[in-house]
Structure formats: C-alpha cells, structure tokens
C-alpha cells in the first residue's frame, strides 16, 4: 500500500497518526490524518503519544452492535492516502477528532499503524513484538468499549458509586437499597457484557499502561473505577444476587472479572521469571478471546519484554505453522526453561482439546483454544507443594513429542462423581454420585496419615474442603481450620440435602451438621441457602472439575476428563498430584489433568516423617514414566 511505501520501519520505529480536527459541523465528513514514522528509543516530549485498546469487531453482541463486523470497509485518509478500518475503529476516530484536547495528540492505533495487508506478515510479526515496548512507553492507554447505548452513562455512574465501600456494603446486605439500584446495576451488567472486557489483546495493554483512560461514546471514566467494581463480583456472592434478577444474562457472557485478573497480573509479574509470568497469564486468561488462536499465546508476549528476545520457538510466526505447533513449541519452552512443571496441570483431558482430526497435539501440551475457566481455581497453585521439595528437569524428545518423567503412583481412581456445573445447571438437586462417595467413606478421614497418631477428620469436612480445593476468597494460602465457609457450608447443604430428602447420611454426620450450623435445624430452606452463599461463590469457581475417589478412599477434584480406572500420581516439579492414563504398556501414559487429593497437598506424601522412611527411601520410590 502507498502509505506504508512512503513510511518505511526500520528496527524500533512505529508509525503515529494524529486526527484532524473537524472543521465543518458535518459528523459524516471524511476523516482525515497525518502518519509520521518515530523511533522508540527517542520517545519524548515532542512526539508523547496515546496507545489506542479496542475492539475490532463488534464491540457487543446484543442490540444494534451486534450487526458490526471486522470487516475493514470505512476509509481514512492517512498522508492523502485511503486505508479501510473496521466500524468500531471509524467510530472512535469519529468522536475522537470533535474531542478538542484528546485530538491534539499523537496516536498509536494498530489498524493503521501497522501494514494490514496480506504481504506484510513479517512486519506485522515483528511490531507484535514491539506492542510491549509501545504500550508501557505511551502516555496513557485509551480503553474504546465502542459507541454509547442506552445503558452508558447509567452505568458509569453506577460504578463511581460502587467504588464507594460503604455503598457496595449497604448494596450487599439490604435488600431494600439493593432493589432502588436495580436498574444502575442491570447497566453496569450490560457494560461486562461488551466484547472488549473478553479481548486477549487488552491483557498486555492494560497490564502494560502507565494509565488508562476509558471511553464509551462521549462517556469517560477511570479503569481503577472498573476495577474496584470488578472485584467487588469476582470476591463475593454478589453474582448469585444478579443471577436472580429477571435479566438477560445469557444473552451474552458477563465478563465481571477480566479487569480484577488484570490487575492481578500486572501485580503478580514483578520478580516473576517469564516462564511463571506466561503459565500464570495463560491460565488466568483462557476466557479471553481472540480472532486467531495463535494469538493467545501471541497476545502476551509483550508481558515478557526483553526475556524472549531470540527464543525461536516463542517468535510470532503467522504463515509458517499450525496452532497445533505454536502451543506445543510454547509448552516446549516453558518445561525447558521454568523452574517447575507447573504448566502440566493446565492440561484438562480429551474433553477439552480442539485439534482437528491428524493434528493431534502429545497429551501435555494444554489447548489453550479451550475458553473455559478450567483447573483449580484460577492461579491458586502456589498454596500447594504435593510434591514437597522435590524437583526435576523432563526429558522431552522433540522429534516423538514424548515427556519423560519420574513419579510416585498413589492410588488408582474408582469412583467418580458429577462436575460442579451439572450440579449448578441442575439447580443444585441431583448430585446422588457425591452423596454415594460421600457415605463410601469413613466417619474419619485421615489421607495418607491412616496409620499415624494425627486425629482424622469428619468425612463432611473433606468433602467441602475438596468442593472448594480448600481454598476461598482471595487469600493465599489454603483454609485455616477457623474458617466461616464451615458454617456457610453446612447450610447449603442442609439446604439441598433436606430438600431431597434423602436418608443417606447416618447419626454421626448429622451431629457434625448441627455442630457446624447450630441454628439452622430451625430455619426455612429459603433462609438456609442465603446463609450458603459465602459457600456458593467460591464454589463456582473450577466448575468443569469432578469430584472422585480412589482405591485406598483418598477424596479428590480433577479434571472433568477423569474416568475410573486413571491413576493419581505425586511427580516431582508439579505443585498439584497428576492423573494419568496408561496407553500400550505400564510405563506409558496420557496426561489427563492435574487434581486436589485431600491430605496430600502440603508434601505429605513424600514427607519421611509422615511415611516413616528416609529421604532416600522416598526418592527410590520414584518410577520413570513417559507421557505420549
């Protein structure tokens, strides 16, 4: 294209545009702007520009947005030049050049910015690399959520006040102020459900920002305003609350929680190695979306700045090879160069894996197509050591796609339960496989600790402990044995339970009921599943996991891909046990996921202590296995 002739890049240069300003009051006058080329490396006061986040299709998918495509078909005249932009980008520069302050200055805006044509792949693949460097180095980032509706300017003042903790207090716990906000917070519900807040694109643009600025048509607000909103729904059970409300939730997905992951993230990076800043990113992410798979690997590598620099299998190559490769060069790198394994169990199963028919990838490389939130709740891996101390670097045979490893087998699953979201998407009612594992066990749960003085636990207080990966809220380590979700537990379940009315569970567990929730005998089911609802919200995370029980009566929540018949399996590296499949022989598997195992997370079965044997003992009990 002639613009991009006349503005050649050279290493560490991008194109800025500025919008001229309209000079007759005509909005459907054509748009014009001036395209300059400067270099990074001399940022300064004469060329500070605006990096611009948005969407390049519709910018929702409900009313009158939902007929907006990507198809770039709207001109500007860049340098007396046409380039065609999407109609979410015209409509931004449309506002943006009546904005008398914003328009004075400079841009940087990808669809114009960098050579979308089809020829010029290699600078596309080369400015991906620079959008690190390009957004950490802008002014401010400029958040577009696309034209305004008639929900806007209802929810933008909506979340002012929701920054406010005593209004999102009062909102909470009344049900009389909650009802007057009923309508500001049906808008700010409409607001999630923009396509912008499930970009892959905006993690790095937003984690990178020095600030952010958001627009919505002539609406502007502050991204830490959002923010504060969006961990107000991520943290508590306010969900519930807005899932009973007669609005259409459904219509598209609510994406109440992209900016409190984001924030996580930008906290989360500092003193990472790149290969936990990645891990950690992708499975944080999986719900992003993004037009072309490749990108949700792509889309974070500006995250990782100079430490990728000149690693072949992480450079971004759109024409040379398959997704399949893509993910699996990524997983290579990671296992290669991390500290950990803990990539391994961001692996879900068969259920889970979108490769076509002879594109297969090898069993532990995760797909990251899948946009489910999988594995155990989010990133909360660091509270766990299953493996103690114990590390190892894996052999991986490039050519084969084969992991060699060494492990510790066990025990072998034989009971298997629903996922949580067939009991969710049932409305709670028929979970009879939980109750059957539940009453397999015994009255006392001791894990591996069977044969030692350590006093067992009541088999009530496993299995919510393994609901939830004995996690909840936003803390950092795993449940304390003081914790509220006890008593919040035991309501939902007399909630459910009594409402089936069932007779399974036998006297020594309706005394530990009672115990736990001691008024709740005399309160209505209504009342019982309010007082579950600090149980509920943090049990709808890792919906797609499923509950089992092993051999020797171990109580765990993997994979929803496990089946009877899979092995758990202690490997050195991996923070989570692993489940396996054998495939064509003994020392031959598939990885199916990585799981909870109650009583085995802290290293208990590798602790000498605990299995009376040194340490020496413990390591020869390692097995090599290789994973296909």
């Not at 007929?67 to 015209?90: F, G, I, M």
């Not at 002539?218 to 059970?237: K, L, P, Q, Y």
Request: overall charge neutral; proline content about 3%.
């Amino acid at each position: 294209m002639a613009l991009y002739d006349d503005l050649p890049l050279k290493q560490n240069e991008i194109r800025l545009l500025r919008v001229s300003l309209r000079t007759i009051d005509d909005v459907d006058a054509p748009i014009h702007c001036t395209v300059k080329v400067v270099n990074l490396d001399k940022i300064g006061a004469a060329n500070q520009y605006y990096a611009l986040s948005y969407a390049w299709g519709a910018p929702a998918v409900y009313g009158r947005f939902a007929a907006l495509t990507n198809t770039r078909k709207h001109p500007v005249v860049c340098n007396r030049h046409v380039v065609q932009v999407s109609e979410n980008l015209y409509c931004f520069l449309r506002h943006l050049r009546a904005m008398l302050k914003l328009a004075d200055n400079l841009f940087w805006i990808d669809a114009i910015s960098i050579n979308q044509d089809e020829n010029a792949k290699e600078e596309k693949a080369y400015q991906i690399q620079q959008m690190g460097r390009i957004f950490s180095s802008a002014a401010a980032v400029i958040a577009w959520l696309g034209e305004a509706d008639e929900y806007t300017e209802t929810a933008f003042s909506m979340l002012v006040k929701l920054a406010d903790p005593s209004v999102q207090k009062m909102i909470r716990f009344n049900n009389t102020t909650r009802a007057e906000y009923t309508t500001g917070l049906l808008s700010v519900v409409r607001l999630f459900q923009r396509t912008y807040f499930a970009r892959a694109w905006i993690i790095q643009e937003i984690v990178l920002a020095e600030s952010v600025r958001v627009l919505c048509g002539r609406h502007e607000i502050d991204w830490n305003v959002i923010t504060d909103a969006s961990h107000m729904f991520s943290t508590t059970g306010f969900r519930d609350f807005l899932n009973t409300m007669h609005f259409a939730l459904t219509e598209a997905e609510v994406n109440f929680n992209a900016p409190t992951v984001l924030k996580a993230i930008k906290s989360g990076r500092l003193g990472q190695q790149w290969t936990e800043t990645l891990v950690y990113t992708l499975i944080r992410t999986r719900n992003f979306r993004s037009s072309q798979s490749c990108d949700k690997v792509y889309s974070l590598l500006g995250l990782l700045q100079q430490d990728i620099l000149g690693k072949d299998l992480l450079r971004p190559g759109y024409s040379m090879q398959s997704v399949e490769v893509i993910y699996t060069n990524t997983a290579i790198r990671i296992l290669e160069t991390g500290e950990d394994l803990l990539l391994l169990s961001c692996v879900e199963g068969e259920l889970f894996q979108h490769a076509k028919a002879g594109e297969s990838m090898a069993s532990w490389v995760p797909d990251w197509r899948e946009e489910k939130p999988l594995g155990l709740r989010g990133t909360g891996y660091r509270r766990y050591q299953a493996a103690g101390g114990l590390a190892q670097r894996p052999v991986i045979d490039h050519v084969a796609l084969t992991l060699t490893l060494k492990g510790i087998m066990l025990d072998r699953i034989t009971m298997t339960g629903e996922a949580k979201h067939e009991v969710v998407r049932s409305q709670w009612q028929p979970f009879a496989s939980w109750l059957q594992i539940l009453v397999s066990l015994p009255t006392l749960y001791y894990g591996i600790r069977q044969n030692t003085d350590v006093k067992g636990e009541h088999r009530l207080e496993a299995f919510w402990r393994t609901l939830l990966v004995n996690t909840g809220g936003s803390t950092s380590h795993m449940l304390d044995q003081n914790t509220s979700r006890r008593t919040s537990f035991a309501h939902w379940f007399k909630a459910l339970y009594y409402h089936r009315r069932s007779n399974l569970l036998d006297d020594d567990d309706e005394a530990w009921l009672s115990e736990a929730a001691p008024q709740s005998s005399a309160l209505e089911h209504s009342v019982l599943e309010q007082g579950g609802h600090e149980f509920r919200a943090d049990f709808e995370h890792g919906k797609h996991l499923r509950l089992f029980r092993t051999e020797s009566g171990y109580l765990g929540l993997g994979s929803e891909s496990l089946r009877s018949g899979d092995e758990v399996w202690i490997v050195p590296g991996s923070p989570v046990p692993l489940i396996f499949r054998t495939v064509g022989g003994r020392s031959r598997y598939r990885l199916v996921g990585g799981t909870y195992l109650h009583g085995f997370m802290k290293g208990e079965a590798v602790d000498p202590l605990i299995r009376g044997m040194s340490t020496e003992e413990v390591e020869k009990q390692l097995e090599q296995i290789i994973i296909v």
